[in-house]
Structures are given as structure tokens and as C-alpha cells.
């Protein structure tokens, strides 16, 4: 479990104080006040913004309900700023147009201070896990799930802890991903802080895209950054018969296992805690790095964002020392980054023709997901354009 020091307080006269729990590493909050159902969601406003944290002593659906009058606060544009925007007269105006990157990198920041008031709103909970408010949910199982065997009381933004709670319910219902034989559904069941595969383009691509012909020799394959381990069970449905799949991350390593047991796939799937590459080669080599380089903020984050394209530089560097003759690579990627003016298509290339490769193919799809049609998003114009692909890679002749 995360801690971040403590937590203080003065209630009832005396000094209070609780560990301090964030999952984005979040410092403690140094001004606490405390508040019950008297407190007004204006004033709750205000002091968030004021940088005040907001300890909750009172009914639990109080407070996201108060939460909830938060989110309105927030995203509802001022009187002033909406008078603002009528008298600009177009005419005259010399702003400079803001680039898609100035736009980007806006809009992460109106999201950083979005999630910044929003973890304002504080709930203490005790060492099982219980929460001591009136109408509190039972959230042993959903915060021993995320957070283990603590033996200490400690504080969780309520933000936080819906989204545990949240996570708890992905975890138990699963998401669907494809059809068995019968077409029934095969769910995988995402676990706390690991990424679901709720883009289900991709997992489209994977499950139609054409095995390499080494594969009838040796059918082996590579699943670079597991995950839930989506990737290794559409491939497992696909009869290659030996997959190594690898990750970093220790929860994801534990829901991969999970999921894998649950579908009777151990005896074709193995799991390896590795950076990147696990030791020997294989015919196939897939990679679904997180598509947007730029620096994660939250813990979900890392499944979006790869600060300097990292993790795609180092797949594509190593698929040469790793693939057998004729085998492929397969960099499952959408193009959001060119759009954003984050990345080139030319950088990507030179990329790929650094590492001694070439592009047998590129298979594209465009997104389903709602935000690619809500033109209401300050990067619509980006998702409304976004392409997602499967490039079939394969080592340069000459190498």
C-alpha cells in the first residue's frame, strides 16, 4: 500500500492524525478542516481551490453527493469568462491560433487541476477497511483488492477510493473481448491500477491479422507488457502454441495469471516479470506500448503515456535480437500522437529503419470508443481523426 506520510487534524479539541494514502503519490495535505452535512458544496469550492483539504465526517452518500456538485462547479464555464468570450470581436483579433500541441498540453493541465480539487474531499477509513460513516458501502473486499492487509487506520481521497470501488466491479463482472467457438463470450476481468482493454479496435486487429509463416514451424510468441493479458489469450485462441508474455508492473503480472487460470490457457501462456524482452526469440512478437508520449500523472496513466516514446523505442530496438528468421513484430499503435503534433509519422519510420526493419504491412481501423464522436472534447479534432493500426514488422534482408 501506497503511503505519503500522515494526515492532521484538530477535531473535538484534540489533535488527530491518520497515514496518508494516495496511489499517484500525492504529498499529504497540510490544511485539513473538517466537515458533516451541514457543509455547503460552495464553500467546499472554495476551499479546494484555496488548496484546503476537506476531511468528511459525515453521511457517506453526502459526501459524493457533494463530490458529484464539485464536478458541476468545475466543469460549468463563469458568467465572466462567457461575457469574455462574447466580446472578442473576430474582426480584430490577433491571438495566435494555438497549436494541436498547445491545445494538448492545455488540456492535461485543466485535467491536473481538475483531479486537484477534486482529491480535496477526504475519507478516513479504518484498518479492515470499513469505513466509520453513516451509509457507507462495504468496501473490505474492493480496498483489500487494491490495497492488501493494512494494520493502521488511513485517509484515501473519496476520489480515490470510487474509482478502487469502481475497479472492484470491472474485476468481479469482467469485460468481454471476443467469442469462443460457440459464440460465447470470453471475458478477461481487469484488476485494480491494470488498464482495460475497453478499445476493442485493436483487439479486433490482433484476432484478424495473418500469423506469420514461421509460426508453422515454430509456433512461439512474445507478449510485450501483458497487462490484463488480452494479447497472449487472443493469440493462445489462435493455436500458437508456446507464449512468453512479460510485464514490470506486479499487479499486472497478478491479473495476467488470473485471467489466464480462469480461461485454462497456463499450459500455452507463460508469465515473466522482464523489461521488455524475455530471454530467447520467437516467431511472433506483439506490442501494444502506450500510444501518447508524454509524462503519466496518475497510476492509470502509464497504459497512455510513454515519456519519450520509451517503451515503443526499446520494442522496436529489440525485435531484431529477439525475432526468428521470417518471424514478425507486431506494434499495435494509434496515430493520436501525430495528430496532437506530439510525434511524426517520419520519426516513427526512422525508427523502424534504425532498428533494421521493414513494414510488411499495415493493417488500420479507425476508433469506436464515444469520445471520437463527442465534438464537445478539446481534443475532438484529434480523436475524430485518429487512425489505429497493426504494423506487421519483419528484420531487413540485409541483416
Known amino acids: ?31 485539513v478542516v473538517i466537515a458533516d452535512d451541514t457543509f455547503t458544496a460552495d ?23 457533494l463530490l458529484q456538485a464539485l464536478v458541476r462547479r468545475i466543469d460549468k464555464p463563469s ?43 477526504l475519507i478516513q477509513c479504518n ?49 468481454p473481448i471476443l467469442a469462443d467457438e460457440n459464440g460465447e463470450p470470453i471475458y478477461v476481468h481487469p484488476h485494480y491500477g491494470v488498464f482495460s482493454p475497453v478499445r476493442g479496435e485493436y483487439i479486433e486487429l490482433v484476432c484478424s491479422a495473418p500469423l506469420p509463416k514461421s509460426i508453422d514451424g515454430a509456433s512461439t510468441a512474445f507478449d510485450i507488457g501483458v497487462g ?24 499486472a503480472l497478478t491479473c495476467a495469471k488470473e485471467n489466464i487460470a480462469l480461461l485454462g490457457l497456463g499450459s500455452q501462456i507463460d508469465i515473466v516479470k522482464a523489461n521488455l524482452f524475455p530471454a530467447g526469440k520467437a516467431s511472433l512478437i506483439v506490442c501494444n506500448p502506450p500510444w501518447v508520449p508524454a509524462r503519466p500523472s496518475s497510476l492509470l496513466e502509464h497504459a497512455v503515456y510513454d515519456p519519450e516514446s ?34 511524426s509519422r517520419q520519426e516513427l519510420l526512422s525508427w523502424i529503419e534504425d532498428a533494421g526493419l521493414v513494414v510488411l504491412e499495415r493493417i488500420d481501423t479507425k476508433p469506436k470508443h464515444p469520445k471520437a464522436f463527442d465534438d464537445s472534447d478539446s481534443l ?19 541483416y
Open 310 to 343: 520509451q517503451m515503443l523505442k526499446g520494442f522496436l530496438a529489440g525485435l531484431k535480437e529477439h525475432l526468428l528468421p521470417q518471424g514478425e513484430g507486431w506494434l499495435i499503435l494509434s496515430d493520436l500522437a501525430e495528430h496532437l503534433e506530439l510525434r
Open 43 to 65: 464553500d467546499a469550492y472554495r476551499l479546494a481551490c484555496e488548496g484546503t483539504a476537506i476531511l468528511w465526517k459525515g453521511d457517506f452518500q453526502n459526501a459524493r453527493q
Open 380 to 398: 475532438h479534432f484529434a480523436r475524430a481523426a485518429e487512425i489505429t493500426s497493426l504494423w506487421r514488422l519483419q528484420i531487413h534482408q540485409k
Open 79 to 121: 458568467k465572466k469568462s462567457k461575457r469574455a468570450g462574447k466580446r472578442v470581436d473576430k474582426s480584430t483579433d490577433v491571438t495566435p491560433k494555438k497549436t494541436a500541441k498547445d491545445i494538448f498540453n492545455q488540456h492535461r493541465l485543466i485535467q491536473s487541476q481538475r483531479a486537484r480539487i477534486l482529491g480535496m474531499l
Open 228 to 251: 490484463t493479458g488480452v494479447l497472449s489469450i487472443i493469440l493462445a485462441m489462435r493455436d500458437v502454441q508456446e507464449i512468453v508474455a512479460t510485464d514490470q508492473d506486479d499487479r
Open 1 to 31: 500500500m501506497s503511503q505519503g506520510g500522515s494526515i492532521h487534524w484538530e477535531e473535538g479539541g484534540q489533535n488527530c492524525s491518520a497515514v496518508w494514502h494516495s496511489e499517484n503519490g500525492i504529498a499529504a495535505h497540510k490544511k
Open 127 to 175: 484498518s479492515d477497511h470499513t469505513i466509520p460513516l453513516r451509509r457507507a458501502p462495504d468496501i473490505t473486499q474492493a480496498c483489500s483488492e487494491a490495497y492488501g492487509t493494512v494494520d493502521h487506520s488511513y485517509i484515501v481521497s473519496l476520489r480515490e477510493l470510487l474509482g478502487v470501488i469502481s475497479a472492484h466491479e470491472w474485476r468481479k463482472n469482467g469485460l
